[in-house]
C-alpha cells in the first residue's frame, strides 16, 4: 500500500480551463475533496489566451435570438444561432464521421450550460456570432466574453478559490499510482524538486495537448514534418503532451491521428502584428521554390488556412505584393476576420511602418525591391521561377480567370508597381485537438473501448479526443474552448457519481 | 516576545465587478492574499528572528499562509463582514493583537486595497507606524526600519512596540513549495470571534463617476516628434 504525502478524492492534472471547470464542478457539486496540479508558476494554461467560447442554444443565443453582425453590412440570409441538431451534424460532415458521435453528443448537449455556469460566476458576454466572417458554413455559435479567455479563466479561478478547491503551481504531475489496476493517486514534484505522493479515487487530465513537444507533434499528427517547421503562438507554453504519456502509461488508446488547431504568421511574431496581418492576406502566396501552390482565398477560412500552411514540408511561405496592394490595405483593409487582431474591410495601419522598419533592420522576414529578382535574392528563391509565377498571376489579374487555382477574380490584385514586397510566412501550432480516446463520459478508454483502470482515469479539453476527424478544418468556432469547459465538468460529474457510489 | 504578521485580511477590488447593467457582484466572499502579505511575513521574521512569530488572518478556507513562510501558529479572526469599514477592520485586529499580550510588534501590507487600516490599527494600539516599509534589521534593542522616502529610501531607529505598513516592491520569488505547504498546514490555528470596538464609522456623502481620461493622439507623421511629445506627456503624468 502507497503511503501518501496527502489525499483527495480528486486531482485534476492542469490548470486551464477544462481542469478548473472539472475542479470547480467536483467542489461546487459535491462534498468531495478536489486539489489541481500545474506545471507552471501561474494556473491558466493556453486558456488564458482563448478568445471564446463554442455553444448551440445557450442562454446567451435564446436572450439575443439573432446573431451579432461583424461586418456592420448586414448579416447574410438565413444566418441563424444552430440547433444543438445542426451543430452535432456539422461536427460530423465536416470530419466525415470519423468523429466521435457519443463525445459529440455529449460536448454540444452541455454546451449551452457552460455559458450558463460562466455566465452565472461573473462572465459578461459581448457578442454571439460567428468568428471568421469568410467562412461561409461557419455556424453563429461562437460567444465573445468581454476581456476573453483572460477573464474567463480569472473568474474560474475565484470560483475555485472560493469553493476551496485546492491549487498548487510550479508541481507537475510525474506518474499516475496503480495498485491492482486501479488508479490511486499520482506523483508530483513541488517546486522545491521534492517527490510527493498524492491519493486520489479518480484523475482528471487536463493538460493541454502537446503543441510544445515537436517529436510528439511528429509522431501523432499526419504531418510528421510539422514539429520541425511550426512556431508557437505565444512564448512560454509548456503543454508538452504529459497527459498523453500518463494515459499511454497505463494502457490508453491513443487517436491514429491528432488534428491541429493552426494558422500562419511572420516567424517570431505574434497574431496582430502587422507583418502577419499583411502576410495573411489573399495576395500571391509562393512557396520556397517561387510557386504559388494554393488558391489564396483559403485564407478567409482560417483554420483551413492553418491546415494549408501545416503541409509545407519545410513550413516556408512568402505572401508576395506590390505597393499598390499596400496601400489597398490601408485603405480598403483586410479581406479576412480573425477575431479581435483582424476585422474584415478595416484599413491595416500596422503593416507599412512595420515592414518598414524590420526591413530597415535587416529582418530576413521582410524583403522590399524595385524588381522581382533582387526581390527573389532576398528570399532566397530562383529568380526566375518567381519572375514567371508573378508573370502567370498578373496575366489572371488582368483575365479575371485563375486557370492554376481558380482564385476570384476580387483577390487577384497585379504585381506589377514598385516597390515589391514579399512576407515570409510559417505554420503556427495553436494547439492540438486531442490524443487520448475517451467515451461520453470522458473516461479514457483501451483499444477495447472499455475504460482502462476501473474506469476512474478522465481526460478532458485539449487532452481528449472525440470531436474532429484528421484536421480542425471545421465549421463551429469556439470548439476547442467551449470542449474545454464542457469536458471538464461531464468527467468531474461521472467522476462524483463512481466516487459516490 | 511574540511578532505578528497579518495577511489575507483585505478584499481584492479587482474582484469587485460593475455590470453593464450597474449590479455590483464581488467574484469573491473573503480576504484574499494581498501583494505585500509575503513581504510582511519577511519583515516580521526579519524584525525578531528569535522572537515567536504568529500570523494573523482574517480569511477562512487554507490560513496557512504565513505558516508557510515561517509563522509558528495562527490566528484566524471570524466574524467581521467583508466589507466592514476601516475603522471596524482595524478595531478587530486591534483588539486581537491586544488578546495576545507580550507583542513587540505587528507588521501588516501597506495595502492600496485598504490604505486606511495600518494607520488606524496603529491608532488603536497607541503605537508608532511607519509606512512604506521596505526591510527591517534589529541592532540591539532597536530596530532599524528602511522605508520609502521620496526618491530614495531612509533609515528610522525604532524601540518599543511598532506597526509596520510594508510595501512590497515585486512578486515573491521562490514560493513554497506543496511539501512546505502541508506542513504548514499541520501547524495550530486559534480561530476567534473577533471582537470590534465601538469606533466611528464613515458615511459617504456622495458619490462622483471617475473623471473620463481623454485619451490624447500624437500625430505620427513626424515620428521624432510624437515620440518626444509622448515622452513630455507621460514625464508631467509622472509616468516616466
Ligand atoms: C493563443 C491561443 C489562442 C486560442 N484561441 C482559441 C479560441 O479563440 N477558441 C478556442 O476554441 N480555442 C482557442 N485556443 C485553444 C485552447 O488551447 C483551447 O481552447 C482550450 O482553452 C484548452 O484548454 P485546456 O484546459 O485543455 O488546456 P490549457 O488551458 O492549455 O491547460 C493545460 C494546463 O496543463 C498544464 N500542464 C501540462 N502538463 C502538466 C503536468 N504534467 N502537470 C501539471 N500541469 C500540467 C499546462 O501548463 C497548462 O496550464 C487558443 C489557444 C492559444 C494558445
Given at each position: ?48 489566451f482563448a478568445e471564446g ?16 453582425d461583424l461586418t456592420g453590412e ?55 456570432s460567428c468568428y471568421a466572417v469568410g467562412q461561409e458554413?461557419e455556424?453563429?455559435?461562437f460567444?465573445q466574453?468581454?476581456?476573453g ?80 517547421t511550426f512556431q508557437p503562438p505565444i512564448p ?25 488547431q493552426s494558422g500562419a504568421s511572420t516567424p517570431g511574431k505574434m497574431f496582430g502584428a502587422g507583418t502577419t496581418n499583411a502576410g495573411l492576406q489573399p495576395a500571391l502566396w509562393v512557396n520556397s521554390k517561387g510557386k504559388r501552390y494554393v488558391n489564396e482565398e483559403v485564407a478567409l477560412a482560417l483554420m483551413n488556412m492553418g491546415t494549408v500552411y501545416c503541409q509545407l514540408?519545410d513550413g516556408i511561405s512568402w505572401t508576395v505584393f506590390d505597393e499598390d496592394y499596400l496601400v489597398f490595405l490601408e485603405t480598403e483593409g483586410s479581406a479576412l476576420a480573425m477575431g479581435e487582431f483582424l476585422q474584415v474591410n478595416k484599413p491595416i495601419r500596422n503593416a507599412r511602418p512595420e515592414i518598414e522598419e524590420n526591413f530597415a533592420q535587416g529582418d530576413p522576414t521582410v524583403a522590399k525591391a524595385d524588381t522581382i529578382a533582387e526581390l527573389a535574392a532576398q528570399m532566397g528563391v530562383?529568380a526566375?521561377?518567381l519572375q514567371?509565377t508573378v508573370d502567370e498571376y498578373n496575366?489572371a489579374a488582368d483575365?479575371g480567370?485563375d486557370?492554376?487555382f481558380?482564385k476570384p477574380a476580387k483577390y487577384i490584385h497585379a504585381i506589377r508597381k514598385a516597390p515589391f514586397y514579399a512576407l515570409k510566412m510559417c505554420p503556427v501550432v495553436v ?46 468556432p ?24 | ?214 485619451s490624447k493622439l500624437f500625430d505620427g507623421a513626424d515620428p521624432a516628434a510624437a515620440a518626444a511629445q509622448l515622452v ?9
Amino acid at each position: 500500500m502507497t503511503q501518501f504525502d496527502i489525499e483527495y478524492d480528486v486531482v485534476v492534472i492542469g490548470s486551464g480551463g477544462s481542469g478548473k471547470s472539472a475542479a470547480y464542478t467536483v467542489a461546487s457539486e459535491s462534498n468531495l475533496s478536489v486539489a489541481i496540479f500545474e506545471k507552471l508558476p501561474e494556473f491558466g494554461g493556453t486558456s488564458k489566451f482563448a478568445e471564446g467560447q463554442g455553444a448551440a442554444e445557450s442562454i446567451e443565443q435564446k436572450e439575443r435570438k439573432v446573431p451579432f453582425d461583424l461586418t456592420g453590412e448586414g448579416l447574410p440570409e438565413g444566418a441563424h444561432f444552430p440547433t444543438r441538431e445542426e451543430m452535432i451534424q456539422a461536427y460530423l460532415d465536416t470530419s466525415h464521421y470519423r468523429a466521435s458521435s457519443e463525445v459529440v453528443n455529449a460536448f454540444v448537449d452541455n454546451s449551452g450550460e457552460t455559458i450558463e455556469i460562466l455566465r452565472n460566476l461573473g462572465v459578461e458576454y459581448e457578442y454571439v456570432s460567428c468568428y471568421a466572417v469568410g467562412q461561409e458554413n461557419e455556424l453563429y455559435c461562437f460567444h465573445q466574453p468581454k476581456g476573453g479567455g483572460d477573464a474567463v479563466q480569472a473568474v474560474l479561478q475565484k470560483a475555485c478559490e472560493k469553493a476551496d478547491v485546492d491549487m498548487f503551481a510550479s508541481t507537475p504531475a510525474k506518474e499516475l499510482i496503480v495498485e491492482d489496476g486501479k488508479i490511486v493517486g499520482v506523483k508530483v514534484n513541488d517546486a522545491d524538486g521534492n517527490e510527493l505522493m498524492v491519493g486520489a479515487k479518480a484523475v482528471i487530465l487536463a493538460t493541454g495537448g502537446f503543441a510544445q513537444s515537436p517529436e510528439k507533434l511528429n509522431k501523432y499528427t499526419n504531418m510528421p514534418w510539422i514539429g520541425d517547421t511550426f512556431q508557437p503562438p505565444i512564448p512560454g507554453l509548456q503543454c508538452t503532451g504529459d497527459g498523453l504519456d500518463l494515459a499511454l502509461s497505463v494502457g490508453a488508446d491513443v487517436s491514429s491521428t491528432v488534428p491541429l488547431q493552426s494558422g500562419a504568421s511572420t516567424p517570431g511574431k505574434m497574431f496582430g502584428a502587422g507583418t502577419t496581418n499583411a502576410g495573411l492576406q489573399p495576395a500571391l502566396w509562393v512557396n520556397s521554390k517561387g510557386k504559388r501552390y494554393v488558391n489564396e482565398e483559403v485564407a478567409l477560412a482560417l483554420m483551413n488556412m492553418g491546415t494549408v500552411y501545416c503541409q509545407l514540408r519545410d513550413g516556408i511561405s512568402w505572401t508576395v505584393f506590390d505597393e499598390d496592394y499596400l496601400v489597398f490595405l490601408e485603405t480598403e483593409g483586410s479581406a479576412l476576420a480573425m477575431g479581435e487582431f483582424l476585422q474584415v474591410n478595416k484599413p491595416i495601419r500596422n503593416a507599412r511602418p512595420e515592414i518598414e522598419e524590420n526591413f530597415a533592420q535587416g529582418d530576413p522576414t521582410v524583403a522590399k525591391a524595385d524588381t522581382i529578382a533582387e526581390l527573389a535574392a532576398q528570399m532566397g528563391v530562383n529568380a526566375d521561377a518567381l519572375q514567371k509565377t508573378v508573370d502567370e498571376y498578373n496575366a489572371a489579374a488582368d483575365s479575371g480567370v485563375d486557370p492554376r487555382f481558380h482564385k476570384p477574380a476580387k483577390y487577384i490584385h497585379a504585381i506589377r508597381k514598385a516597390p515589391f514586397y514579399a512576407l515570409k510566412m510559417c505554420p503556427v501550432v495553436v494547439c492540438t485537438c486531442g490524443g487520448i480516446n475517451v467515451n461520453r463520459d470522458m473516461q479514457v478508454v483501451g483499444y477495447d473501448e472499455e475504460p482502462v483502470c476501473t474506469g476512474n482515469l478522465f481526460a478532458v479539453g485539449n487532452d481528449a479526443s472525440g470531436l474532429y476527424g484528421d484536421a480542425y478544418t471545421i465549421d463551429v468556432p469556439g470548439s476547442t474552448n467551449g470542449f474545454a469547459h464542457t469536458s471538464g465538468r461531464i468527467a468531474a460529474r461521472k467522476a462524483i457519481e463512481i466516487i459516490k457510489g | 516576545m511574540t511578532s505578528i504578521a497579518i495577511f489575507k485580511w483585505a478584499m481584492n477590488p479587482h474582484d469587485e465587478r460593475v455590470g453593464s447593467d450597474g449590479q455590483i457582484k464581488w467574484l469573491a466572499e473573503r480576504p484574499e492574499v494581498g501583494d505585500d502579505d509575503y513581504a510582511a511575513v519577511q519583515v516580521a521574521r526579519d524584525a525578531a528572528p528569535d522572537d515567536e512569530l504568529v500570523g494573523l488572518t482574517m480569511a477562512s478556507g487554507d490560513t496557512a499562509f504565513a505558516a508557510a513562510r515561517g509563522a509558528e501558529r495562527t490566528v484566524a479572526l471570524q466574524g467581521v463582514d467583508i466589507l466592514a469599514q476601516p475603522t471596524e477592520v482595524a478595531s478587530a485586529l486591534a483588539n486581537a493583537v491586544k488578546a495576545m499580550g507580550d507583542v513587540s510588534l505587528v507588521s501588516i501590507g501597506d495595502s492600496a486595497w485598504s490604505p486606511m487600516v495600518p494607520s488606524l490599527l496603529a491608532a488603536q494600539l497607541g503605537w508608532p507606524c511607519i509606512l512604506a516599509v521596505d526591510a527591517v534589521r534589529p541592532e540591539g534593542d532597536t530596530l532599524v526600519v528602511t522605508r520609502r522616502f521620496g526618491a530614495g529610501t531612509q533609515d528610522v531607529a525604532v524601540t518599543g512596540p511598532v506597526v509596520l505598513a510594508v510595501a512590497a516592491r515585486r512578486e515573491e520569488g521562490a514560493k513554497p513549495g506543496m511539501r512546505q505547504v502541508l506542513q504548514a498546514r499541520k501547524r495550530p490555528v486559534d480561530t476567534v470571534t473577533a471582537s470590534i470596538g465601538d469606533v466611528p464609522t464613515l458615511e459617504a456623502a456622495g458619490l462622483r463617476e471617475p473623471t473620463a481620461q481623454a485619451s490624447k493622439l500624437f500625430d505620427g507623421a513626424d515620428p521624432a516628434a510624437a515620440a518626444a511629445q509622448l515622452v513630455s506627456a507621460l514625464q508631467s503624468e509622472g509616468v516616466l
